[in-house]
């Protein structure tokens, strides 16, 4: 089964997120924040990862550059509320970037994409 981390500071999003994913056949890891997900990522042979951009104590650009630092190969989707962070040059570091929404279908259609074999 494929592993699947999803990072976000909103205990609502969290949740949804979890419950879609899980329901779609992965398995699903959960940190509220930065640093939470980088212990995660050192424990669990994670397959996928979808972070926040916006999280306290370490926020999802910092994290996802040290996710790349200790797995170049691991996907990262950064996910956000906020359209400006397109703009920010640390995002391009990410393989996709996609806006939060309360329909998931892109989300789940992105993660398919990442996760054939
Ligand atoms: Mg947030």
Redesign the pocket.
């Known amino acids: 089964m494929k592993k699947i981390l999803v990072a976000?500071?909103?205990m609502s999003?969290r949740l949804l997120y979890s419950e879609e994913l899980k329901e779609e056949g992965y398995e699903v890891y959960l940190a509220a924040n930065g640093r939470e997900a980088l212990e995660i990522v050192e424990k669990i042979p994670l397959d996928l990862v979808i972070l926040?951009?916006?999280?306290p104590e370490m926020d999802g650009i910092e994290a996802l550059r040290q996710i790349k630092e200790r797995r170049p190969d691991l996907p990262v989707l950064l996910s956000?509320a906020y359209g400006e962070y397109r703009q920010d040059f640390a995002t391009w570091a990410s393989d996709e970037y996609l806006v939060k929404s309360s329909d998931l279908e892109d989300l789940k259609a992105m993660v398919k994409r990442y996760l054939k074999e």
């Open positions: 976000d500071d909103e999003i926040d951009i916006k999280m956000t």
